[in-house]
């Protein structure tokens, strides 16, 4: 029996590779992809996949630091629930978030930008979620930032969010976006998501003052790790 071939992703996921932004075709399949059986070991292994990626059991981490070593930037509160397609708490599921500084700049080799970097901005975190699925994160609001070579592209702010179940094959990367942000209608990558419904849910809702500190404002985040209404794949 032939293989079958998904000739197009679901309106609910991005086209891929977008023009203008070179970047995607190096990270998206050139061919469609292929359906067949998967096997015990891909659906059940590795093991331990929070020890093999060396998480730390917190589920909440600080990138702003505080006092004279607090990162430039507004201050932010992310609260973020991972679940599964029912809605179910995705409990002790490993989370990876990154994003750029307050000037635009991420904190990685491979930006080459001028923006400058921050000393006291961590860049990243690597966590656990809870028993109900939650992580927290504090940290600086991303600032927008021009993408290379793209004809005067900026990207509106974002974080990304890379989560791993309980076996490698289930990882989903995706992005969060800020609501009220004017560049949301212009991003490429946001916009590739056709159906109105799924790029809504990869903006964030804000949350009322009384939720949060202060000095901080608090943004909540809904992450479906799969089924049909998964968020979308965003590099």
């Known amino acids: 029996m032939p293989i079958a071939l998904e000739k197009r992703p679901p309106l609910t996921q991005p086209q891929g590779v977008e ?6 075709a190096l990270r998206w ?17 590795p093991a331990r996949v929070l020890e093999r990626l060396g998480a730390r059991a917190a589920a909440s981490a600080d990138l702003a630091g505080h006092a004279e070593k ?5 201050l932010i509160h992310v609260r973020a629930a991972i679940v599964d397609e029912d809605g179910g708490p995705v409990g002790g599921a490993a989370v990876e ?3 750029c500084n307050a000037a635009g700049r991420y904190l990685h080799p491979n930006d080459t930008t001028t923006s400058p970097a921050d000393p006291n901005f961590n860049g990243a975190a690597r966590l656990a979620a809870d028993a109900h699925g939650r992580i927290e994160l504090r940290t ?3 600032a927008a930032y ?21 076996a490698w ?16 209608e212009r991003d490429a990558i946001l916009n590739a998501v056709r159906d109105p419904a799924a790029r809504s849910a990869c903006i964030a809702t804000l949350l009322p003052p009384s939720s949060g500190p202060e000095d901080a404002l608090v943004y909540e985040y809904r992450i479906v790790v799969r089924g049909r209404g998964a968020a979308p794949a965003m590099p």
Do not use: C
């Open 97 to 99: 978030v990154w994003h």
């Open 169 to 184: 094959l289930s990882r989903l990367v995706t992005q969060m976006f800020f609501p009220g942000e004017p560049l949301n």
């Open 19 to 24: 023009a203008g932004y070179a970047q995607t």
């Open 140 to 142: 600086i609001k991303p």
């Open 70 to 74: 607090r990162a430039l930037g507004q």
């Open 29 to 45: 399949p050139s061919r469609a992809f292929q359906k067949r059986p998967l096997t015990t070991s891909e659906l059940a292994g």
């Open 146 to 166: 021009p993408v290379p070579d793209s004809g005067r592209w900026w990207r509106p702010p974002h974080i990304h969010f890379s989560v791993w179940g309980r």
